[in-house]
Nanobody
């Protein structure tokens, strides 16, 4: 089992920044990749960014150049630095950890961007 705890969400004005954190615990040696997904009201959950165990990153087109995903192996924590936030970034952001044949999810943290 892997447990994920997110933090860092909140309310910010358009153009502002937030940093989300996701701390992993449990069987962390099984984790192959970690990432962030988001779900806005009435919409499907979508990928925001992924980082592999080797440090390779993938971003959704909508956040490229504005968001940066990074990891701190010593702290078993993944971060999502979000800059130049837009109202359309408003959503619940969920941390994800991928292991062989399974995925684990955090409880989610709300990000609200006001115009």
């Amino acid at each position: 089992q892997v447990q994920l705890v997110e933090s860092g969400g909140g309310l910010v004005q358009a153009g502002g920044s937030l940093r989300l954190s996701c701390a992993a615990s449990g069987n962390i040696f099984r984790i192959n990749r970690m990432g962030w997904y988001r779900q806005a009201p009435g919409k499907q959950r979508e990928l925001v960014a992924l980082i592999s165990k080797g440090g390779r990153t993938i971003y959704a087109d909508s956040v490229k150049g504005r968001f940066t995903i990074s990891g701190d192996n010593a702290k078993n924590t993944v971060y999502l630095q979000m800059n130049s936030l837009k109202p359309e970034d408003t959503a619940v952001y969920h941390c994800n950890a991928g292991v062989t044949y399974s995925d684990y999810w955090g409880q989610g943290t709300q990000v609200t961007v006001s115009s």
